[in-house]
């Protein structure tokens, strides 16, 4: 992962919409080379769709998995192709093997593998992470070892490590195979990428550089495609510019090498570290902005610069580290902070007063680069602080990237960058900036999640300004933006009257979501994610959320039509 700034950058190629349908509605039209990459998977050329096996039948001597008790205590949750999204116990189902999250996750594999028809086997624990309600198990669905983007089951377990519930989604089939020697092919990839990624952003090729090349299995309707869900071989070819804000990931088919997805990774403490840039001129690696190493360190917990950005980020950094560590028991040094080596160890890291080549100085962006902060001069605000330090969170957690997820990732970072400048009694998040974004900033108010529409952002999925093929990141994220709003203030919008919950309760509700998610998400997968969150926090008592706390968050979901299918 990389970085993403408040701006943002639009993907290179076209990403489709899910459409789902049951408890969980999509419909969306794919780019041109999307649509045709998934039309690929059954025809053409390719070897035939092959079903992938299912969970093993039970023996003679054993009772079927799951018993016919545990069917009839789950509700299951479907999209319109019939694929399983979530499965919600109406009571929690106890651990065969105590409270240990990953034994306890383990002894619910079985039912959760007979639910989504998957074989257990393929299944590779992926993390394992305490959250106020419990913990939240992920695994990752593997196709002869290697991962299927996006195709995850992510299990919500309560403290004794009973299952409360199971959101997710697996492929159901695979077409073709990588070729036993990849020398080729990985190179062949990698020019593709190079040259795609030159070609869309008007760059020379002789400025981009492959960094990393990873393997994977692609199917395309896990992100929103419609059509059967087949998953073809595909390597994710990771390109680095000549700046240090420019880095894309491309999803380059191994046979074919076309390129069928791209997303750009720019995401636009407690040891904090701060370095003071200057306004030099930065570009090309990653390092060119590392603070403690291309920087001094002028401000550390030992001292030093207490005024100006420098001052305001290490205040900044502080109240992200003290937010996460009061609401969620998240330590965020230990999981976003980088060790350089200079001798400070694993810090929240940041250089300030950047200037960027080709860009006017200063920098009026900040971003998050996948280990540390980067931030021109005077956009060191709270909530864009927040803003990209939980683009880091959401790096370790759920992932999100390219397409819908891409524009949920946005608006996660704006929903906890603003609750980060609240519960900070941040000036610039009071009053009428409450729920403004960027108030305070050079760059000035950028987002306004009570009224998304001011911006030319969307308020509900298919309203005003919603857009369906492709979006920047920075609008759709106007769903999220309102949905945060209706559930932590209330409001009646949309034929829907919401009372708020407050913010104590709206941040549960929605660091359950960020764990809950998965790397290929779309907005109907958030508006089960959310109450599926609440119905977690509220079996465990978790800051007193109650049943009718939970029906305000259905009818958010609902006003903001998070349970309708785009059209």
Known sequence: MARRGMAGDVAIVGAAVLVAAGVLVAVATPSTKVQAFANELTGGGDAPAVPLPGPPAASSHASPVPTTTVQAQIVVQTDATGRIV?????TPLPSTAGSSPAQAAQSHLDDIAQVWQVDPSTLRLADVRPVPFGTVVRYQQTIGGVPVFGGQIVEALSKDGSLVSAVGKTTKARSGGFPTDQSQTVRAAGQKAVAATADAKKLSAKDLSVQATDQYWWDPTLGGTTGKAVAKPVYVVHIRGARADQQWSMVVGASNTDV???????REATNRDVCDARRQLVSGSQGSVRCGTSFPLVRTERGGTATGDVGSVFKFFGDAQNFYARFTGLDLTSLIGADYGDGTGKAIRG??????????????????????????????????????????????????????????????SDVFGKFIGITSNDPNSAGADRWSIGAGSAIGVIRDMRNPNRFQQPDRVNGAFWVTDNPDPHVNDGVVNKASFLITDGATFNGRTVRGLGVAKAVQVWFGVENLLTPRSTFQDLGNALTVSCQANLAAGVAGITQDDCAQVANAVAATQLDQAPR
Do not use: K, Y
């Open 260 to 266: 069928v997805q791209s997303w750009s990774e720019t």
């Open 86 to 90: 979530g499965m919600q116990p109406r």
């Open 351 to 412: 250089t300030v007063r950047i200037c960027m080549v080709g860009e006017r100085c200063p920098f009026l962006n900040a971003f998050w680069d996948g280990e540390q902060m980067a931030f021109g001069e005077g956009v060191t605000t709270e909530d864009i602080t927040g803003h990209e330090l939980t683009h880091g969170v959401t790096q370790h957690t759920s992932g999100l990237q390219g397409g819908q997820a891409d524009a949920i990732n946005e608006g996660m």
